[in-house]
């Protein structure tokens, strides 16, 4: 009876652990595409330029949580027949792919800066 409450609470924490790192696409600000077409003004690219750093810092604490599930997976004890060595680095290359996206949205909103800058 033992080995099956230990295998009951190994698959519970497996299950915790997979749901947290489901796979998900970086996502660009809402509405962002007509509003970059309508874009004259300082005010409107500053707009954007901060919905951009919103969207990075949302990405950069994304990375981060996929990290930490990282490394948990690095030390996991599980069942016979899963590989925490492959959610490991599942985990590892989402931390990298938000981290990029937090990088580029950042350059975008530079950008847009810079453009409020040449429109004044």
Do not use: V
């Not at 509003?35 to 604490?61: F, L, M, N, V």
């Not at 930490?68 to 590892?92: D, E, M, V, W």
């Amino acid at each position: 009876m033992e080995n099956r409450t230990e295998l009951t609470i190994a698959l519970l924490a497996t299950s915790l652990l997979l749901g947290g790192c489901a796979s998900q696409d970086p996502k660009k600000p809402s509405g962002i595409e007509q509003r970059i077409e309508s874009a004259h003004s300082p005010s409107e690219h500053q707009a954007i330029a901060g919905e951009y750093e919103k969207q990075a810092a949302t990405d950069k604490a994304t990375s981060r949580m996929h990290q930490s599930l990282a490394n948990k997976y690095k030390y996991i004890t599980t069942p016979k027949g899963f590989s925490p060595g492959s959610a490991y680095q599942h985990c590892s290359n989402l931390a990298k792919l938000y981290e990029q996206a937090a990088a580029e949205n950042l350059e975008l909103a530079k950008q847009h800066r810079e453009a409020a800058d040449a429109a004044k």
